[in-house]
């Protein structure tokens, strides 16, 4: 293909691209340099860097940082293993498999709003855990701002292992049994099978769900806004701290909201950008 | 290395379908025991209970002393060469080969000598750092063979492993294997649905059909002396062309009446089968190898009572010989080898062919005369199909 017929082939979604994405983040980045408000969206003043300087000094923004932080370090990696684990158990399930599976992707299917709201009412006094805690330990479980952040965290996990869930399963079922019985002559016993047949057969699979789900994870919000209306500052991830400052009612700080946006982007490249260029580069080994 | 013993096997499947019926064999130390049979008579079925692949319904299995049914896979000493290779694509040549070793705790520097030495014997010493993705289908095959061999294991076991190469590798893979396996001496089980690749390769050859074991002996007797009507007509290429037929007393002698068809038969035919007496006048099966019967033209001092009248319908001249198929009145017999059936050709027709000399001129549409070498024919029951040989 010549560079002028890939530039043909290329500009419709160059053009949907641009359109989509550059225009929105320009305008993004030029709204984080200004004092604009909701209430008053006609007066506009150029500040240059004050948002983001303010935001560095707020200690709202580091505690919605390190939740966040602590969020996707716990629930990306719990869910893989979580999600591999169970897959692994689907995979030996012969009978009533349909079930099994619909049982597994209940949360994930469930609306976001509405799984934090049940997960909530299951922690309340008077809930389910709730009451099973007092159970064993003797007091009701309460959600406090101590720990809001471990139910917000186990709440991420519930509800997104699904998705690890039926992707890998869908995996397993491409690896021939020949292999895995190549393994058993070979030698190998359950964790051996697993680490040097099933695991490298799933790595691209592996590799797609932790790029998902590191970004799905460092946009939580649902139920961070949930349990941030009963405990307070204390649950704010950095999407719901961005919210909030800027389509508060009272405050609507528009300018700094965009400014906590961007930062937020600039965060999720540096995560990500190691992972991108090593699987890039595998690609590029593997050809 | 040791002898295995398969004592009365037998597999029913979940679902009630019973793939082997009580096959029993021995293999003794260093040998080469190849079972063929056509697709889906059970050879996998009998080959991965043996691995412990496949758990054994009934019956006992043997390696060496031990009895091994409720013994897992990896504590059999059996290693498995897979139809489709089955290696371990994220890993190199030289990892693959190592990795029942690696499994097994042995130190880095030992393995990779073993697998040197393994790589050697296979010519795999070039291949050894590259992945099964950029190697052939042959050497692919070699390495499959390689996994198996580090382990030096007491039995070795192979499905298949030639069917996904093309035919000229085939050929020269089979030599290959056969040869490996001399070399290391190890007691090799090894399964296949071509007879070509069994009678070229096995020490013995074990013959199945639906499950049931027919006939187990080494290729030449497997070919000369068939025990029945399946196995004369599974083994040998073409196939025996097989008549239903009749003994009937000629004069002082005797002679063989098949259709419209009569041959005289050598008073040495009867002499070393006494057991065709008591066929006389009864119907039973006759049996001819293509070889054994020439063009009349090429070979001219051929008695003429032995000869059939034919017509010529196709003929393939291969060079060194000419196969040619002409129509017989005659009743074929069904051996009931699935892949002969369609060579019934056309309704009602019953063919048979020839491997005749390439000095023959016949051109189909011919008529012309066949010379039968009768003291070669073979003869069965027609009920149970077993051969008549005493
Ligand atoms: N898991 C199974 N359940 C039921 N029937 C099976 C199963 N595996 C194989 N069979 C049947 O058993 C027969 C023998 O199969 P197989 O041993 O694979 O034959 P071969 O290797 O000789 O081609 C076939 O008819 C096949 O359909
Ligand atoms: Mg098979």
Redesign the pocket.
């Given at each position: 293909m010549t560079r002028r017929t890939f530039g043909w082939f290329a500009w419709p979604s160059v053009a949907v691209m641009s359109v989509l994405m550059v225009f929105p983040l320009v305008t993004t980045v030029f709204l984080s340099m200004t004092r604009i408000f909701l209430r008053d969206l006609s007066s506009r003043e150029w500040i240059g860097f004050d948002n983001y300087t303010e935001i560095l000094q707020d200690p709202d923004f580091w505690s919605a940082f390190r939740l966040t932080m602590l969020f996707v370090a716990i629930v990306v990696p719990a869910h893989v293993v979580l999600g591999f684990g169970l897959a692994n158990l689907l995979d030996r399930v012969t009978r009533a498999r349909g079930f099994y599976l619909a049982a597994l992707l209940l949360p994930f299917i469930v609306t976001p709003v509405v799984s934090t709201l049940l997960v909530r009412d299951l922690f309340d006094r008077g809930g389910l855990l709730s009451w099973l805690w007092e159970v064993v330990t003797g007091d009701p479980f309460v959600i406090h701002a101590g720990n809001v952040k471990w139910v917000i965290i186990l709440h991420g996990i519930w509800s997104i292992t699904p998705f690890a869930v039926i992707t890998f399963f869908a995996g397993m079922q491409t690896l021939p049994e020949e292999r895995i019985e190549a393994a058993d002559m070979d030698g190998a016993g359950f964790w051996a099978k697993q680490r040097f047949v099933v695991i490298p057969h799933l790595r691209s699979l592996i590799i797609f769900v932790l790029l998902i789900t590191i970004m799905d994870a460092y946009r939580v919000f649902d139920s961070s806004f949930v349990f941030g209306q009963s405990v307070g500052k204390s649950a704010h991830a950095l999407s719901v701290y961005s919210f909030n400052t800027a389509l508060n009612a009272q405050i609507g700080r528009i300018g700094k909201g965009n400014a906590i946006s961007v930062l937020m982007v600039i965060g999720i490249f540096v995560v990500l950008i190691p992972f991108l260029r090593k699987s890039y580069q595998e690609q590029i080994a593997d050809r | 290395m040791a002898e295995v013993r398969l004592d009365g096997l037998t597999k029913v499947?979940?679902?009630g379908?019973q793939?082997v019926t009580e096959l029993s064999l021995e293999l003794t130390d260093g040998e080469f025991l190849v079972l063929v049979?056509p697709?889906?008579?059970?050879?996998?079925?009998a080959l991965r209970m043996i691995a412990g692949l496949e758990e054994i319904t009934e019956g006992d299995l043997y390696v060496g002393d031990r009895r091994v049914n409720d013994v897992a896979p990896k504590d059999r000493d059996i290693a498995m060469v897979f139809q489709n290779y089955a290696l371990y694509p994220q890993m190199t040549v030289e990892e693959n080969i190592g990795f029942p070793l690696r499994l097994r705790k042995i130190k880095k520097a030992e393995r990779k000598q073993v697998v040197a030495a393994a790589a050697e014997v296979l010519e795999l010493t070039e291949q050894l750092d590259k992945k099964p993705a950029n190697l052939s289908g042959g050497q692919r095959q070699r390495v499959a063979m390689g996994r198996a061999i580090v382990r030096e294991p007491a039995l070795f076991l192979m499905d298949e492993p030639l069917s996904n190469l093309d035919a000229k590798l085939r050929v020269q893979m089979r030599a290959d294997i056969a040869g490996i396996q001399r070399n290391l001496g190890v007691t090799t089980f090894y399964v296949t649905?071509d007879q070509v690749e069994a009678m070229t390769m096995g020490d013995r050859v074990a013959v199945i059909k639906d499950g049931v074991l027919q006939q187990v002996a080494a290729p030449e007797d497997l070919y000369d002396t068939p025990d029945n009507v399946f196995v004369a007509a599974f083994i040998g290429s073409p196939s025996m062309n097989l008549y239903e037929a009749e003994i009937v007393a000629r004069g002082s002698g005797f002679a063989v009446e098949m259709g419209a068809n009569t041959l005289a038969l050598d008073d040495s035919v009867i002499a070393d089968r006494p057991g065709l007496r008591d066929y006389v006048d009864t119907a039973l099966v006759v049996g001819i190898r293509p070889e054994d019967l020439e063009d009349g033209a090429v070979s001219r001092d051929h008695p003429a009572d032995r000869q059939l009248d034919a017509t010529i319908d196709i003929r393939e001249a291969l060079g060194a010989e000419t196969l040619m198929h002409f129509a017989l009145e005659a009743t074929m017999v069904d051996s009931g080898d699935p892949d002969a059936l369609d060579e019934l050709g056309e309704e009602g027709a019953s063919r048979c062919t020839g491997r005749f000399s390439a000095a023959t001129r016949a051109r189909p549409g011919d008529r012309i005369k066949v010379n039968v070498a009768t003291e070669n024919l073979h003869f069965f029951d027609r009920s149970t199909h077993l051969a008549v040989r005493t």
């Open positions: - | 499947y979940p679902n379908f793939a049979g697709s889906g008579c059970g050879k996998s079925t649905h």
